[in-house]
């Protein structure tokens, strides 16, 4: 394995984790739930009363978030070594999953683990091992 040091941001990615770990404490403080993406995301498609504003502000800051970056560090080439056919399948692919778990990658992985869910563990066991499994197999079997 190689390391392509021209994109290594150990130490942006470490205030990136940080500032997510403050972010879903506080969220579970202030609001008794857990930051799971999905979940935000899934209550406005079957909305209830009094509970779609946070939603939305939490969907538009979400939003916002990159575009305030590229404001203040200016624009940045995204890359994506994959056909819109793929990225298409793998969105589906984990919005299905998603649902069979009760979950997304940040309920689970972020906020279940840190409250040391077993069905949380399970999940991201799922998940990962998934993940790798299919990275090796696009990568080293089919080629």
Do not use: E
């Amino acid at each position: 394995m190689l390391i392509d040091w021209n994109h290594f941001t150990p130490w942006l990615s470490l205030a990136g984790g940080i500032l997510l770990g403050i972010a879903s404490a506080l969220f579970i403080l202030v609001n008794g739930r857990v930051l799971g993406i999905s979940g935000i995301v899934g209550g406005l498609l079957s909305p209830k009363a009094g509970d779609v504003t946070w939603r939305v502000a939490f969907v538009l800051g979400l939003l916002a978030a990159p575009m305030l970056y590229a404001s203040l560090r200016g624009p940045w080439a995204v890359r994506i070594d994959a056909g819109w056919g793929t990225v298409v399948a793998a969105g589906l692919l984990v919005g299905i999953g998603t649902r069979y778990a009760s979950g997304c990658t940040s309920g689970h992985g972020v906020c279940g683990l840190s409250r040391l869910s077993p069905r949380s563990l399970v999940a991201t066991i799922c998940f990962m091992a998934t993940g790798f499994l299919v990275v090796y197999v696009v990568r080293h079997a089919i080629g």
